[in-house]
């Protein structure tokens, strides 16, 4: 019964540096999101993928973001040259479609720990 | 834009007592509205959801009910526990993006002491 997991939990990158933040959705779920959780602040949407498929980018904050999910499973959240203002906890969620789990929480997404990004 | 608007914390409550967290909205479509906690470490979790208006969401012994006419979703509980001291996000779905994006506010630091 496994969760969403991302990693790596905590990522300390100097600035100008390549990062790279992984998500593994749970088993068959078809959506996944990515959100940006900045400090004292509530999580903003970044991108959403449908399978391997991304429908949504409107999001990402500038062409440094780039976010691939190849297999429509495992996603993977690349920032090229790091700016302090990425710093930020990086969620990663998916989410069965509609009609698959609990008809209750149906559009539920399952949310993972989060990874903390940190730009010296 | 769609935006949710909720009150500052953090909230300092005594176990047992009352617990109100508000939460107002603004969507161009009609939304759905959501409760999402994020305890110590952990991943955000959905507490409680309503779809339409006048729908009561509850769970864990907290509620939230849906008012189409003062846009408002407001969280409650009638007696707090410790465990209950979390952050708690307002959020909202609208049926024109295809429920594929979750607006949240801010979120409401809540600490409950013994």
């Known amino acids: 019964g496994a969760g969403v997991s991302q990693s790596p939990r905590y990522k300390v990158a100097k600035r100008g540096q390549d990062v790279a933040l992984r998500c593994d959705p749970i088993?068959?779920?078809?959506?996944l999101f990515w959100y940006q959780q900045a400090l004292g602040q509530g999580p903003e949407f970044l991108t959403y993928?449908?399978?391997?498929?991304?429908?949504?980018k409107s999001g990402l904050p500038s062409d440094r973001f780039f976010a691939e999910r190849p297999e429509g499973s495992v996603s993977t959240l690349k920032i090229q040259r790091t700016q302090q203002e990425d710093s930020a906890v990086y969620l990663c969620?998916?989410?069965?479609?509609?009609?698959?789990?609990?008809?209750?929480?149906?559009?539920?997404?399952?949310f993972g720990p989060g990874t903390r990004l940190t730009v010296l | 834009g769609d935006s949710v608007t909720q009150m500052e914390g953090p909230v300092t409550l005594s176990e047992e007592a009352f617990l109100t967290i508000n939460c107002t909205y603004t969507a161009t479509g009609y939304p759905s509205l959501f409760w999402y906690v994020q305890y110590p470490g952990e991943g955000l979790q959905l507490l409680l959801k309503?779809?339409?208006?006048?729908d009561k969401g509850s769970n864990k012994g907290f509620e939230a009910t849906y008012r189409k006419e003062t846009t408002s979703f407001h969280l409650e509980k009638g007696s707090v526990q410790v465990s209950d001291s979390a952050v708690y996000f307002c959020?909202?779905?609208?049926?024109?993006?295809?429920?594929?994006?979750?607006?949240f506010g801010t979120g409401t630091r809540l600490l409950v002491s013994p």
């Open positions: 969620a998916s989410r069965p479609l509609p009609g698959q789990g609990l008809v209750l929480f149906r559009n539920e997404q399952f």
């Open positions: 309503a779809t339409k208006a006048d």
């Open positions: 088993s068959g779920h078809v959506s």
């Open positions: 993928f449908q399978n391997e498929a991304q429908l949504d």
């Open positions: 959020a909202l779905t609208v049926m024109n993006t295809g429920f594929q994006k979750l607006v």
